[in-house]
């Protein structure tokens, strides 16, 4: 492995050494890469270059070249993200997906990935993945990625980073409007209006979206994605009340209703049902901002945010109620920041605040609240233009678990003006999250029950009581509920940024997560009078994510641009290698029946992942015709899916390539042509390659074409 | 059959022969070596239909009306497994669960026997526990499959010996993702050593 990198990296050096020699920079320079501007790193504005953090930026720039409406497919094209279809959802075996698909960072599952909007976090996980169509893309400013811990500033969940989606701020008076039409009939109705008056300045922005959902596999009744239609509005008011203050006032509304219409067996009969899914996610944030002096500011917000999800599906032959599933979540925030001292040189920014969420679900046991305290504390310290060092920590109280101390330190050194190497260890956590630990659900069909880890005391005695488990088993021992513990992870990450010239940065991180207190479902030693099981969770497993990340832009010039990226990945179960080291894990041929012991090098790691990702991006831009091209391409490597075609060999890891996915390339392009100053056209075509796997990766339709006629009025 | 052992005995025969002229001592093989039978059985997909029973002397399926008897060894339903002893039937039946390969073993121990308490399925001789028992569930494929490198070493109703792995787990009678399917077949090999002894 260490060989390969190293080969990959001469090559590119290699190739780079011969780009920069061939081509001579051009007069107009393009800014240096590295000089935008970021917050999510530090909570206040840095440059890139400032920041010890592997971080990357994609620009409305990008997004608006891609022409695309949906954040997943531009968060796809990135170094290192692939989107994760959850197994539970995939294993409907294409049926619709109801747990959707997610971003897979640095190895590790959507849940560990923070989304936030404007630095405050979407809820409403869905089996532990946020649904990123929540979000419209047509007023993002700049999307933030940050990859490794970055719990010290923004608490749970930030394991392998933080995706900050930052929405536009209104700086003079335009209005646009866009609309875009795709294949399977897809509609998308874009607005926006920013209006600035003296010192107030307000941004109107809403989006229709709907389309017909599509079936890629017609042998089964239903489509595999159901047709549906998405409502955004947002606004944002700032107000500057004078050089001291500033009010910063926004709200967020969407809602998305899904036309669910599929077959079922009940009683092993077929029965068609139909009905809706109506998912509503609202947010109002409000921020004060007061600038005692140059060198003292206080920031004071409260963030309010609810999501539910409710379906309702009707049995077709008598109209009658089949299943109805409600989940409501809210979550209140307010929080204090103080940031003290001389940004970037000598910044100290510390924080506190207070959560309240609440849960109500029709699968969770009655209302679950859960408060949590929080402070935080960050130093960035500059020694003599050459090294930057950002030290912080956070400490969240919960009232369900014990406190959890997250620290980290960050250091950049300049070893040259153009050459930043950049190091980071922090520690993330995770906290269980409502359904591991409040769950109350039986499944109506098959009769399992699972339980929450803080229900299983009451759900225990309440299955005895009603005669689902045999009075003669003594639940006593098992009656209790258990505290789960935080996931926790230490992430390491160190690499360098390599400005080559003006136009041309070359960046590699390596990065390192260890994980443990892995929260897994296991079952009780006894079973209901069904002869169902019983399970709950448990913190079990320890995991680990290591490998590269690297990438290379490329401004040609203000025409003609490029950016390439690759990630090796090496994801494993530290309990399996010492299973296989110890000698204990076996596995069994299913064509032969020949049984043997696993070795080291057969056990391929976690299912799911791939070992290697590469993503690339060209833009040309001919001014003569004022027409722009915008491509770009995803590899996703070969991974393992756990029973692929029915394969089991009895080891329950990845350790046979019967269970090897194919790697499959995502390739897409636009041309976008101004007619005027006001009216652009845009044509594409996205999975040119018409890429499809109806059943792993259900969330891709073939080759897809779209036009989009862009309006946009500028005083 | 009579034609194995004769030549078995002619073996044996030549074996002590060369033993008695020979300087090193080799161990006699058995009398009587158990021979590896594969098979296969369904069952309903159901933890409530009752249970198939399987005699390992005659190789076969024993109807269940004989349920009250030595006739059979182990009887299976869904993921249980029952022993033909005590709380499960009249025969001296036990059980073991052994972690390695089927094939290296050569003797079945003599002690350390489990046999069910208890008629409740979930506290059977044998652990049927979702991931503590002798299978893996995949709970988004449903797919069952027997834990590799896990097999059973059996005192049968009748106090002989036999070993038997399950191979694979299979399903018919599947409609999809919604309904579980109807049958579940069985497919395992076994090797029972009629002579009595323990040796395979």
Redesign the interface.
């Known amino acids: 492995m260490v060989k390969n990198l190293l080969n990959i990296f001469i090559f590119t050096i290699a190739f780079f050494s011969s780009v920069s020699a061939q081509l001579k920079p051009s007069q107009d320079s393009t800014g240096k890469l590295l000089d935008e501007i970021v917050v999510t790193a530090t909570r206040t504005e840095n440059k890139v270059s400032n920041i010890p953090l592997p971080i990357q930026v994609i620009s409305a720039k990008n997004i608006q070249l891609s022409g695309s409406q949906k954040l997943i497919d531009i968060l796809q094209m990135q170094t290192g993200l692939v989107i994760a279809n959850n ?2 959802g ?4 294409g ?1 619709p997906n109801p747990f959707g698909d997610g971003i897979q960072m640095q190895g590790l599952d959507p849940a560990y990935t923070l989304i936030l909007v404007d630095g405050e976090p979407l809820i409403g996980r869905n089996a532990g993945i946020i649904n990123l169509a929540r979000i419209a893309i047509g007023n993002i400013k700049q999307i933030e990625i940050i990859r490794g811990p970055a719990t010290c500033l923004y608490g749970s969940d930030a394991l392998a980073g933080v995706i900050n989606i930052i929405t536009e701020e209104p700086v003079k008076n335009s209005a646009s409007f866009q609309t875009h039409y795709a294949t399977n009939n897809t509609l998308g109705l874009t607005g926006e209006a920013n209006i600035v008056h003296k010192n107030m300045a307000l941004e109107l922005f809403a989006n229709r979206y709907s389309s017909d959902g599509y079936d890629l596999d017609k042998t ?1 009744y239903g489509k595999t994605v159901d047709p549906f239609i998405d409502y955004t509005a947002n606004a944002k008011l700032s107000y500057k009340i004078n050089d001291k203050n500033k009010f910063t006032l926004s709200t967020r509304f969407f809602t998305e209703t899904q036309f669910n219409n599929y ?4 009683e ?1 009969q ?1 029965e068609i049902v139909k009905g809706n899914t109506v998912e509503t996610d609202a947010s109002l944030f409000g921020r004060l901002e007061h600038k005692v002096n140059d060198r003292l500011t206080f920031i004071g917000s409260v963030y309010t945010t609810s999501y539910s999800n409710n379906a309702s599906v009707f049995l077709q032959k008598n109209d009658s109620l089949y299943e109805k599933i409600q989940l409501a979540d809210f979550l209140l925030r307010p929080e204090l920041q103080v940031n003290i001292g001389k940004n970037p040189s000598s910044l100290f920014v510390t924080g506190a605040g207070y959560n309240y969420e609440n849960i109500n679900s029709t699968r969770y046991a009655p209302v679950s609240g859960m408060s949590s305290g929080y402070i935080f504390v960050q130093k960035q310290i500059q020694l003599k233009g050459k090294t930057n060092i950002i030290a912080g920590a956070r400490y969240d109280k919960n009232t369900l678990y014990p406190g959890q101390l997250s620290p980290k330190i960050a250091i950049a050194y300049k070893l040259k003006p153009n050459f930043i190497l950049k190091g980071s260890v922090g520690a993330g956590y995770k906290a269980p999250d409502f359904r591991q630990q409040f769950l109350n659900f039986t499944n109506s ?2 009769g399992y029950t699972l339980l929450g880890a803080d229900e299983l005391s009451q759900g225990l005695y309440m299955l005895q009581k009603t005669g689902q488990i ?1 009075p ?2 003594n639940i006593a021992p098992y009656a209790h509920n258990l505290q789960l513990s935080p996931e926790k992870s230490i992430g390491v990450n160190a690499g360098f940024d390599y400005t080559i010239n003006t136009h041309a940065v070359f960046m590699v991180n390596f990065f390192r997560n260890d994980i443990s207190n892995l929260i897994e ?3 009780l ?4 009078t ?4 019983i ?1 709950s969770y448990m913190n079990l497993d320890k995991v680990f994510t290591e490998g590269m990340e690297t990438n290379l832009s490329y401004n040609f010039n203000r025409n003609f641009s490029l950016s390439a990226g690759y990630q090796y990945l090496a994801a494993k179960d530290k309990e399996v290698l010492q299973q296989i080291k110890d000698g ?5 041929d ?1 064509v032969t ?1 020949v ?1 043997t ?1 696993v070795t080291k090098s057969e056990y391929k790691g976690l299912y799911n992942r791939s070992k290697e990702n590469a993503n690339l991006r060209f833009q040309y831009h001919n001014i003569f015709y004022k027409t722009t091209v915008f491509i770009t391409a995803k590899y996703r490597g070969s991974y393992g899916y ?2 692929l075609n ?1 394969f ?5 890891v990845y350790d046979d390539d019967r269970e090897t996915v194919n790697g499959f390339v995502l390739l897409n392009a636009t041309v976008s042509k101004k007619i005027d100053s006001r009216w652009e056209i845009q044509g594409g075509i996205e999975n040119i390659l018409n890429y499809t796997n109806k059943l792993l990766m259900p969330n891709i339709f073939g080759r897809t074409y779209f036009i989009n006629v862009n309006f946009k009025l500028k005083k | 059959m009579t034609t194995l052992k004769l030549s078995v005995l002619a073996c044996a025969a030549i074996v002590t022969g060369l033993m008695s002229c020979g300087k090193e001592e080799v161990p006699a093989p058995p009398p009587n070596p158990s021979v590896t039978v594969t098979d296969s059985i369904e069952v309903p997909f159901s933890s409530t239909a009752s249970y198939t029973l399987f005699s390992f002397k005659n190789g076969a399926v024993v109807a269940n009306s004989d349920s009250i008897s030595t006739d059979w060894d182990f009887g299976l339903t869904y993921v249980n497994f029952i022993v033909n002893s005590h709380a499960s039937g009249p025969g001296n039946g036990g059980v073991i669960t052994e972690i390695g390969l089927y094939d290296t073993l050569s003797l079945a121990p003599a002690t350390g026997y489990a046999y069910d308490t208890t008629t409740n399925a979930t506290q059977l001789a044998i652990n049927n526990g979702l991931t503590t028992g002798w299978y893996n569930y995949d709970l988004t494929t449903h797919n069952l499959s027997p834990k590799a490198g896990l097999y059973f070493v059996f005192r049968t109703a009748d106090n002989h010996y036999a070993k038997m792995e399950v191979l694979s787990v299979g399903y018919s009678g599947y409609n999809g993702p919604n309904s579980p399917p109807t049958t579940l077949i069985y497919k395992f090999q076994y090797s029972y050593q009629s002579d009595g002894s323990g040796n395979f």
């Not at chain 1, 069904?530 to 099981?533: D, F, H, M, S």
């Open positions: 197994p539970l995939t294993a409907l075996q049926y089964i077959q079922i067996f009940p092993s077929p069909l098959v045999d003669g088993i479902t296991y079952n030693p006894f079973n209901k069904n002869n169902q099981a399970f204990k894990l076996y596995k069994r299913p029946y049984t012991l756990s029973g029915g089991q060999d009895g080891s329950s």
